[in-house]
């Protein structure tokens, strides 16, 4: 560590004013901060001393990831050593898991760092670290067999499109990493739906035992209600036979999915690191279930297929729920920043997901549709919610005055 | 009042009513009109074109043709005038069209009558042919249609390529490259889509400004 500081102290001259190399010293600098925690200290005005900077937030959310990814990876292996009807043991799932998912978090985090460190240059800035996390969510929410050239392209489309045009970190609408997806979705559909994707070789042809079925949960959910299957919610071996999984495999996560969605306990882990270092808001995550709940609860009052019987609470391990609710919706930059607005937006991505899932045929999945479309209502809520303050305190000053 | 001195037919004057919509008076990406239909016929190359030689014949003959009536009709009266123009020129337009090139009359379906509501006709009738004579306004005319074409067929040829890998129909992106052939490559659907074609108005913008700095809003 020493070291390392020394070597760090021994370069800086040359990215200092008037070193040779001071253009890249924003480069420099997001190393070093990197690193080291940085010593320059605020001289006036001062509001808040804390030494929590972005950078330090950010290492807190890829923290609270590594659950899922830790499992995402083992889940790849599982599932397909489960194709090809082999057994094989934790370790062996998790090592091909590994060497499968490295490459698309390799491809994410050097396409995106690398435009962030291009545009802070061009423009003179310093790097932002928002894409810590961005790099790291865009994986998670991908297929497992996503070819990596998307990855490029879909992580270049977000990052460019969706963050540096519009001012870079902190002044995006959308969510860059489920903008990274939706890219995907809309230009490459095949490639991330369907059956065949979520298992790592199955697209290719490798070989397939009878009885298995690489579709999602709610891909075969979608089908059975399509063709007007009936479903016995309070029987597992009914649920079983239409899904091809019981939920208790949603909640642990050994279903197909894309990578890093899966696992409700893992996801839940990385909830109670981001909402006990207060990272993450709780409103717009509790809301976000509450809404789930509350949508499905509503279907269950109609009823009249599966899908609306299925109970409400089943919503909620499903698919990128989970995953959405804790680490997608909660992006301090794209929710709402007023506590009201936080909850009604959360309240809103709830209820929009299990809508869109239940009854458009269409999209199997509805919370990456969900979120992005909240993200663009989040200022207009924040509005209503602040002009409607000021209405409130205006009252109380005329009441006041007419006292 | 008459004007005894007699102007050339390209003078400097009129030579920039043709080239000044080119680029830094551009219909689609500096006056911002136009854009419902350059969003939705530029999914190809050959109905982009139709669409941009349509818009500059209407824009061409609506102008010439209001400004040799501009002092006889009573300024009240004038936008329905100006309606029943631009509607005769559209639908002799949409007859030809469907005369000689029906397949591509038949790609771009109501957009070819929605060239009348096309702001960028009203727009240059109202504010240059109104109040010039009919030579510089029918050139202000073309230039317009050029420019609004070139927009057009630029955002096209992307949508195009990209999309369906083909040009003007033809393959250019060869079959063997697809994933379902064995290959690694797949056509961007969400090129089709609109919304892609807004972002691509959207960067060609960013960089006409980035080269025309006087371009840029404070």
Known sequence: ??????????????????????????????????????????????????????????????????????????NVGLQHFRSLGEAAGVMQCFWFGFLRVLPIVVVSYVVGLGI?????????????????????????VMPVDIPLWMVALATAFAVIIGKEVLGGTGMNIFNPALLARAFIFFSYTPCISGETVWTAGLGKGEGVIDGFSGATPLTSLGEAVTSSADIVWNNAASI??????????????????????????????????????????WRTMFSVFAGGLLMGGIFNLVGGNAYLDMPAYYHLLLGGFAFGAVFMATDPVT??????????????????????????????????????????????????????NIRRRNKRVVVAKSK | MSNTEKEPLFSAKNLKCLTGPLSHNNPVIVQVLGICSALAVTAGLKPAFVMALSVTTVTAFSNLIMSLLRKGIPSRIRIIV?????????????????????DVSKQLSVYVGLIITNCIIMGRVEAFA?????????????????????????????????????????RIIPESWYIQNGGFYSNNGLMLLPPMALVIVGIIIWIHRSRNKDLIEK
């Open chain 1, 1 to 74: 560590m020493k070291a390392l500081r020394k070597y760090v102290d021994k370069i800086k001259p040359a990215f200092e004013e008037g070193g040779k190399l001071h253009a890249l010293h924003s480069t420099f600098d997001a190393f070093e901060t990197f690193l080291f925690v940085p010593d320059t200290v605020t001289r006036k005005g001062a509001h808040v001393r804390d030494c929590n900077d972005i950078k330090r937030v950010m290492i807190v959310v890829v923290l609270a990831l590594l659950p899922a990814l830790l499992f995402g990876m083992y």
């Open chain 1, 116 to 140: 962030e460190f291009a545009a802070a240059q061009l423009r003179g800035h310093e790097v932002n670290e928002g894409f810590l996390v961005t790099g790291m969510l865009i994986p998670l």
């Open chain 1, 240 to 281: 079983k036979a239409a899904v091809s999984s019981a939920p208790m495999d949603w909640f642990l996560g050994t279903i197909p999915g894309s990578i890093g969605e899966t696992s409700v306990v893992a996801i839940l882990i990385g909830a109670v690191i981001l909402l006990f270092t207060g990272v993450a808001s």
């Open chain 2, 130 to 170: 109104l109040g010039n004579k009919p030579w510089p306004a029918f050139l202000d005319g073309i230039g317009n249609g050029i420019g609004y074409g070139m927009i057009l067929i630029i955002i096209a040829f992307f949508r195009e390529l990209l999309g369906a890998g083909t040009l003007w129909g033809y």
């Open chain 2, 82 to 102: 100006q309606l029943v123009v631009i509607a005769s020129l559209v639908i002799l337009v949409d007859q030809v069209l469907k005369a000689y090139v029906y």
């Open chain 1, 335 to 388: 929710s709402a920043q007023t506590n009201t607005g936080k909850v009604v937006v959360g309240l809103l991505i709830g209820m929009i997901a299990v809508l869109i899932r239940v009854v458009n045929p269409g999209y199997p999945e509805g919370m990456m549709l969900a979120i992005l479309f909240m993200n663009a209502l989040a200022p207009l809520v924040d509005h209503y919610v602040v002009a409607a």
